[in-house]
Every structure is written in structure tokens, then in C-alpha cells.
């Protein structure tokens, strides 16, 4: 078994690219191998800033012969349709094929052996294909090519079995495919060919070795790069970057600030990665450590660090492609001279911004469009004031004047020329500009707070009034857009509304307000109708005595709004409920149960659902749970197949007089008996009370199943346990629906 190597080598392909780029081309060369018959033992892929590598093990030296079936026409079919198909599989008569009796009758088949072509025509096809069917998330064309691809392609090395591919690829001929001699004059080639020229050699580091290398295969190639200062593995890469830092920053007593995502990023951007240290002037240390980190990570790359109290330290790690003939120092100096222009800016935004206060800002809000059919910025500001008082408090500890000033002031630091500069700094920057001011510390880290938390993994606020106006924030962006249909569809939520409605969630699963959704959503509602002029009214003329007047008129009646308002309050539900079901089901928790007991109740209040889900996952882990269940499955099913092979409902209350086995007496009993202790405890959300009094009817309910004959020949006496059985699935369903318990 042989080995092939391929090295699509490119301008620099951009960083967040590689990882699928690498992923693809392995996934894309090896179907192709697999739709030519090639077995391979297995294939790895490798991908630096500049190239593209898979190496396949185990390959057959030769393709091996195939053969195929092809099913023809019926037997008796016209000749027409026999000729088309002798044609297609390349017999001579209708002799050569074979007749075989199917389920549908007499077909003519075909049996054609195709002999394996030469493995430089396969592997120089399936390269070829590969290379023009990639899905780059955004490409470009360059010279005379029509070829698409991140960043101009130089060269393709493809060697298998020690030898390089003796093939050219071009798209100006039919076949995409001819044999040497390569164009030496690439004018003379038609205008939008594509030309691929496939041999042994490649390129190093592009300023540490230019010159050409030769390989014969796969650790020829590695050992020759590393040479020539190319790690070709980008998880090496990001271990040198890791160790290099950590060992600079302990040589100062200092830590590099946690960063994966820059680590993997600067391995992407060097082929020979160089830690070096830098340092920052003192004067940029009064600016606040986000702008700092911002500046260095966000335009340069370059690692924060702390000392050993966790503050911003003045010294930067940054990551170079060559070494360096000074030991780095011109390109540490040239680095620091590049940052102290970026954190010269950033100091200047700083200090202008603080010469205006941020009430004075609200004006320009509302020069911001937020949606062309939600308003202005200065809108939305204005309903966060206003939800976030009316929910303040249902949170306790919040202040609803201190939560409606920091939701009037929550957006202003969008119109400051820091957050122009640095845009994920929104928010942060309000916190601090709240704070130069001397506004409240609660308030300012409201406006600070109020766009968290932004996923799974962002820390949630946990001050009163940093929740308060955080749920304000996100609740007004879900009712408005549900409110003008714009929800999110199949993979498609440009508003990110599922990441805002998972932000409320985890606000208040983590904080237990006690917020009644659907009031809060029809509140919401009501103010965002407030902006949207272009349903709340239109402009007519009406005629009157000398011609005309223009008036304004509703474009709806108040029982049209309220059924609106009701429709997408509901919507919202369901998608909160559908939100909170995937949110439980990535922590490892069960989703049935969020489903069962939000199909009984549509509660509104998630800290009561979830108290629900939580009692009712303890009683079904339990025997008496697990039993009980069971027997709920069975009486539901027999209420549920008799009712409908008689067409009729057994919903009715049983009739004590026709309770003739002891066994259905006691199950009687005991219904009448836990249906009130649940509904007792069930109204003072005592839920665990409620289940262990449900689970008093596992023993009399198994009795009745082991004694009783339901569908007995006396019809009243049947249908008087059909009424009992459904008593036992209504009783349980008052809790959840079991019905969507899964297991």
C-alpha cells in the first residue's frame, strides 16, 4: 500500500477559515477517492497560514478493475429504448445483457467491467475536483483564472507513492484533463482557463527560507518544512505560543490573561511562531484595562498581562513570524511604536468622552435607527426605562427608580467615540463613564450589565437592578421583533433572538424573580406598539364643506390589537418554552419533563415551571414513580382506544353505586382521597407534597390492573371503569402530562 500527499499552497488564508478549510479538503478528496473505489488505511490534515496539506495512507498502487450493474429497460420495450440503453453501457446487441425476473417483471441488465485507469489520472481528477468544488466563506479570483479561492493559489504539490503526479489540469478542454508538456507561455492559454500544474516541489518560510524543496512523501515533507521554519501542525504552533508566553510573563512575576481564541488565532497567522515581551507606557495606564485589551488583543494581537493581584500589567505578549537578527528587539520597538499610536487614540476618546455626561447623549440616540420599524435607538432606550421599572419589583431588591434611570442611560455610550472605535466595548464603556460621573454604583453597573448574559458561558448578572434592566433589554428586542413577524426560521435568526431569549432564561433561573412572562410580554407589547407608527395609524383625507381635511384613523379596531397582542404573546411563550427545553437538554438535564409539565400548565413564571420539573423528575426516580408511570401509560391507553372505538368520552365522574370489586372501590377511595391533598399542595407550590401524595395510588392502581377486567361483558359496569381510569389519568395530567414523559 502506497501514500499520497497534497500541499495547496496560497497567499495567507485568514485565520478563523482554517480549522473547516482543513476539515473540508480531507472530507472532499477522500469522497472522491471513495467514489473512484479507493480504499486508504486513513488520512490526516494539516493547515498552516499558508498552505493546505492532507497525507492518505494505505492507497492501492494501481485502481483496481470494477464492475457494475445497470438495469435496462423492460423485456418487450421498444426498440428505441433498447438501443438507448446498449449505447449508454457500451454492449453491441441486446444478447450481451442479461434478463433477470424482478418484483415489477422480465428487466435486461448489464454487467460492464470497467478496468482501473491509471492512479495519476484518478488522483489528478479527484485533487482537481476537490480544489474547484471548494466552499470558501468568501473567495476571490486573480490573473486570467476563473478558479475561486481565499487568496491566490500558487502551487499544488500532489506525490504519491514517491513519485510526483504526472498530470496537468486544465478547465479549457473537455475532459479537464491532458497529459504533459506543461504551457510554457501562460499568455498564449484561452481566457478563463484554469491551469493545474501538480509536482513534488514546494516552498518554506516565506522570508526565513524561500527556496524551493523537493519531496518524496509525507515525513520527507514534514522534516524538510521544519527545516526550512514551518510547523506544519497548528496544534505545535499553539503550544510554543502558550509555553513562550507563560515563560516570559513568569520571568516577570507576571500571568498571561486567559485567551484561547487569541492563542488559536495567532497560530493561524504564523507558519514559525516567536513569543516576544513588550512593554506599554505608563501614561495609557489611567485608561480603563477593557480599552487596553481591546486595543492590543482586537487590532494587533497581542496578549494581555497581570500581575499577581489580577491587574492589568504595563507589558504586552505579541507573537512574530521570524526571529529576528537583533533577538527580536527592532520587532518588539516596532510593535510598541504600533500600539502606542492605537492606545494614544484610545486615550484621546477617553478623555473627550468624559466632557459630556451621559444624559446629555439621549438626543443623538435618536439619530440611531434601531429597526426601520421599531424606531430609534432613543425608542428603545426609552421602553427599557419604562419595562425595566415595572419589573423591578418582581425582583427583590430592586429599585424601579434606579432600574428606569439605567435604562434611560443604558444605550448613550453608543454616540461616544470610544465605542465607535471599539464597538464591543458598548455597555463597558457606560459603566465607566456612569462612574466618572458619580452616578449611583448600582446604576452603573446596570448599564454595564445590561447586554449579558450573551451565551452559555458569559457570566450572568446577579445584582437586583443589573437584572432588572438586563431582562428589560432583552425582553423588548424579543416582543418587538415577534410583533413585527420578524421570529427566527430554521438556522436563520439574524436578531439573535433564541441567544436573547436564553439570556432571559438564565436571568431568571439563576435569580429567581418571579416574573409572570405573559403580563411582562403584553406590557412590552404595549410599548413597542408606541414606535411602530406604521401599524398604530395611517393618514386619510376626508371630505368636508369646501374640500377636503386630513385626519388620522387607527388601522385597527381594539379587539383587532388585543388579538394581535394575544398571538404574539402567546408565540413568545412557546418559543421560551422551546428555548428552555434546549437550554436544559445541553446542561444534561431532561426535556420531557419541561414539555409534560408545560403542557399541563403554560406557566408563565420559569422559577415555578422549573420547581414543577425538579419534583417531578425526584418522583419519576423513585419505584413508586417508575410504577406509576407505568400503570398511568396503560390506563391512558385503554381510555384512549376504547373512546375511540366507541366514540364516545369517559370523562364523567364514576358512579360510587356501581363499584363492585374491592379493588375499584379502593382506587375510588384513594383518588378522591390524593386528588385533594394534591390540589392542596399544588396551590401552595408545595410540588414534592403533591407527588408523594400521588404516589399512594401505585399500590391500589397495580391491585386493579392485577384483578380487575375492565372490558367486562356488563356495559355499564365497563363503562364505569372506563370513567375510573380516565379519573386516574386526569389526576395525574393536573400535575403534567405524562403522555410526553419519555423512558
Not at 432600574?403 to 442611560?409: F, N, Q, T, V
Not at 434546549?582 to 413564571?605: N, Q, S, W
Request: a negative charge; charged letters at 30%; proline letters at 5%.
Amino acid at each position: 500500500m502506497s501514500e499520497l500527499l497534497i500541499e495547496l499552497l496560497s497567499e495567507e488564508i485568514p485565520a478563523a477559515y482554517q480549522a473547516r478549510a482543513a476539515e473540508q479538503f480531507k472530507a472532499r478528496v477522500t469522497k472522491e477517492l471513495g467514489e473512484a473505489g479507493l480504499a486508504f488505511d486513513e488520512a490526516q490534515a494539516f493547515v498552516t497560514p499558508r498552505r493546505l496539506v492532507l497525507v492518505v495512507r494505505g492507497l492501492p498502487k494501481t485502481q483496481p478493475d470494477r464492475i457494475e450493474e445497470r438495469r435496462g429497460p423492460r423485456v418487450g420495450a421498444p426498440d428505441k429504448a433498447i438501443q438507448g440503453f446498449l449505447k449508454s453501457v457500451g454492449l453491441q446487441t441486446i444478447d450481451e445483457a442479461e434478463v433477470r425476473e424482478t418484483p415489477k417483471g422480465k428487466f435486461y441488465f448489464a454487467v460492464v467491467r470497467r478496468a482501473g485507469k491509471s492512479m495519476d489520472d484518478v488522483l489528478g481528477l479527484a485533487i482537481y475536483k476537490s480544489i474547484i468544488l471548494f466552499d470558501w466563506e468568501k473567495s476571490m479570483r486573480w490573473a486570467y483564472t476563473t478558479l475561486r479561492w481565499v487568496r491566490p493559489l500558487k502551487n499544488i504539490l500532489a506525490v504519491f507513492y514517491g513519485n510526483p503526479l504526472k498530470r496537468t489540469m486544465t478547465s479549457g478542454h473537455p475532459d479537464s484533463f491532458f497529459v504533459r508538456p506543461v504551457f510554457d507561455d501562460l499568455s498564449k492559454l484561452p481566457e478563463g482557463t484554469i491551469l493545474f500544474v501538480y509536482g513534488g516541489t514546494t516552498w518554506g518560510h516565506r522570508f526565513l527560507a524561500p527556496e524551493p524543496i523537493t519531496v518524496t512523501n509525507f515525513a520527507d515533507y514534514r522534516d524538510k518544512l521544519r527545516a526550512a521554519h514551518v510547523m506544519l501542525d497548528a496544534a505545535e504552533r499553539r503550544r510554543v505560543i502558550e509555553e513562550g508566553a507563560a515563560r516570559l510573563a513568569d520571568a516577570e512575576g507576571l500571568v498571561v490573561r486567559p485567551d484561547p481564541a487569541l492563542v488559536a488565532e495567532n497560530a493561524g497567522l504564523v507558519e514559525w511562531p516567536v513569543v516576544r515581551m513588550g512593554t506599554i507606557d505608563d501614561e495609557f495606564l489611567s485608561v480603563p484595562d477593557e480599552v487596553l485589551i481591546s486595543a492590543m488583543r482586537g487590532h494587533q494581537k497581542y496578549f494581555a498581562l497581570l500581575d499577581q493581584q489580577g491587574r492589568l500589567a504595563p507589558h504586552f505578549i505579541l507573537v512574530a513570524n521570524i526571529e529576528g537578527k537583533d533577538d527580536g528587539q527592532a520587532i518588539v520597538a516596532g510593535n510598541e511604536r504600533v500600539l502606542r499610536a492605537r492606545l494614544a487614540d484610545a486615550k484621546f476618546f477617553w478623555d473627550q468622552d468624559r466632557k459630556r455626561s451621559l444624559a446629555s447623549r439621549l438626543p443623538d440616540l435618536d439619530k440611531i435607527v434601531f429597526h426601520a420599524k421599531l424606531g430609534s435607538v432613543g425608542d428603545k432606550a426609552a421602553r427599557i426605562a419604562a419595562l425595566a421599572a415595572e419589573i423591578a419589583p418582581l425582583v427583590p431588591g430592586a429599585d424601579p427608580a434606579l432600574a428606569r434611570e439605567a435604562g434611560r442611560l443604558s444605550k448613550c455610550d453608543l454616540t461616544t467615540e470610544m465605542v465607535g472605535e471599539f464597538p464591543e466595548l458598548q455597555g463597558i464603556m457606560g459603566r465607566y463613564y456612569a462612574r466618572e460621573e458619580g452616578l449611583d454604583a448600582a446604576l452603573a453597573e446596570a448599564i454595564g450589565d445590561h447586554y449579558a448574559p450573551q451565551g452559555p458561558n458569559d457570566r450572568c448578572p446577579t445584582a437586583p437592578v443589573s437584572v432588572a434592566v438586563a431582562l428589560a433589554d432583552k425582553i423588548d428586542t424579543l416582543v418587538g421583533f415577534f410583533a413585527i413577524d420578524q421570529k427566527p426560521t430554521g438556522s436563520k435568526d439574524p436578531y439573535a433572538l433564541r441567544r436573547a431569549a436564553l439570556g432571559v432564561i438564565r436571568l431568571i433561573l439563576e435569580n429567581k424573580p418571579r416574573l409572570p412572562l405573559l403580563d411582562v410580554f403584553a406590557s412590552a407589547f404595549d410599548q413597542v406598539t408606541g414606535t411602530m407608527s406604521y401599524v398604530a395609524s395611517k393618514t386619510v383625507q376626508q371630505p368636508m364643506a369646501g374640500g377636503t381635511v386630513t385626519v388620522t384613523e387607527p388601522v385597527e379596531t381594539v379587539e383587532q390589537y388585543a388579538t394581535r397582542r394575544d398571538r404574539t404573546v402567546a408565540d413568545l411563550l412557546d418559543f421560551f418554552a422551546d428555548r428552555l427545553k434546549v437550554h436544559l437538554r445541553e446542561a444534561g438535564a431532561r426535556h420531557d419533563l419541561i414539555a409534560a409539565v408545560f403542557a399541563a400548565h403554560r406557566d408563565d413564571d420559569l422559577v415555578r415551571l422549573m420547581a414543577r420539573v425538579a419534583a417531578l423528575g425526584d418522583f419519576l426516580a423513585g419505584e413508586d414513580g417508575a410504577n406509576l408511570l407505568v400503570a398511568y401509560r396503560r390506563a391512558a391507553n385503554i381510555v384512549r382506544i376504547e373512546e375511540k372505538r366507541d366514540g364516545a368520552r369517559y370523562d364523567g365522574a364514576p358512579d360510587p353505586a356501581l363499584l363492585a370489586a374491592p379493588e375499584e372501590k379502593a382506587v375510588a377511595e384513594c383518588l378522591f382521597e390524593v386528588q385533594g391533598l394534591a390540589e392542596a399542595a399544588l396551590a401552595h407550590e408545595e410540588f414534592a407534597t403533591a407527588m408523594a401524595a400521588l404516589a399512594r395510588l401505585r399500590a391500589p392502581v397495580d391491585d386493579f390492573f392485577e384483578k380487575v377486567t375492565v372490558n367486562c361483558d356488563d356495559a355499564e359496569l365497563r363503562r364505569n371503569r372506563l370513567r375510573l381510569l380516565a379519573r386516574i389519568r386526569a389526576a395525574l395530567d393536573a400535575v403534567a402530562d405524562f403522555s410526553r414523559i419519555e423512558g
